[in-house]
């Protein structure tokens, strides 16, 4: 009688690094803070003009969930809708409060889990009353509606061509996380802007190293499979970037 095993994931065999010429700096869950965004970015412009060189493009990723829970994430999207904001490639990921955004001015039924998960501070942004924000079909109409009149169509336009991931070298950026033993390329979106604790308590290889936010610490999380840099900033005040390059890794 034979038994079955699922093989055990290969191990990383050596430091994972970024494509030779690259510079990245990742940003994580940004929620609302614009002072602490444009912080971050102030550092980025002076580490990319201190360590600048000829054969070397430097590139920003965001790893999504811009809005929700802070106070100014209409100003949020104004910043990062403007064509490079710092002057630098940018890549923008889809996070979860996107994606909850994207359905309620779709499907107004949705509004009240998305209010309670963060999304009363981003209807204020965008000046909709929350007196009107109540939990009825009627109210959640009108919230839509009076929404869909103040959100700028280059802010919908932005989020809807969100991407939920990107590669660069061996590393994997994902906004949450991808589900362990699922080959990268066959990822379901939902647990790329979704997954949390299966991935998280993970201790596999899943082919390149995952760097992702999501899932907040008070310190970046840096493990042999993954890198989280989500550091709550709209509780903690604190936004992380983390910077690769070669096979260094460092924060800001």
């Known amino acids: 009688m034979f038994r079955l ?16 010429g690259h510079r990245i700096y990742v940003i994580g869950d940004i929620h ?4 602490l965004l444009l ?8 580490d990319a003009n201190a360590h600048s060189r000829a054969d070397l493009e430097p590139h920003v990723i965001y790893l999504g969930d811009y809005i929700d829970r802070g106070p100014f994430s ?17 890549s923008h990921l889809l996070g979860n409060h996107e994606a909850m955004l994207l359905k309620f001015l ?4 949705v509004g009240g889990d998305w209010i309670a998960y963060g999304g009363l501070a981003t209807l204020l942004s965008y000046g909709v009353s929350p007196n009107s924000a109540g939990r009825t079909e009627e109210d959640l109409l009108m919230v839509q509606r009076d929404l869909r009149e103040k959100f700028p169509a280059r802010h919908r336009e932005f989020l809807a061509a969100l ?16 589900r362990p033993g699922i080959p990268l ?20 290889f899943h082919g390149k190293v995952i760097v992702h936010g999501h899932s907040y610490k008070t310190e970046p999380e840096v493990r042999a499979n993954r890198i989280g840099i989500d550091t709550g900033a709209y509780a903690t005040g604190r936004l992380t970037c983390l ?3 070669g096979a260094s890794m460092r924060f800001l």
Do not use: C, N
């Open 74 to 90: 209409r100003e949020v999207l104004d910043t990062l809708t403007t064509e490079r904001p710092l002057g630098l490639m940018a």
């Open 163 to 178: 991407p939920t991931h990107i590669v660069f070298g061996d590393y994997f950026f994902v906004h949450a996380g991808i």
């Open 39 to 46: 912080e971050v970015h102030g550092k980025i412009i002076k």
């Open 5 to 20: 095993f699922s093989p055990k994931p290969k191990a990383r065999e050596r430091q994972a690094e970024v494509p030779p």
């Open 106 to 109: 779709a499907d107004s039924s």
């Open 185 to 204: 390329d066959q990822q379901k979106p939902a647990d790329l802007i979704w997954i949390r604790d299966q991935f998280l308590d993970s201790e596999d």
């Open 32 to 35: 609302g803070r614009l002072d």
């Open 243 to 245: 910077v690769l390059e």
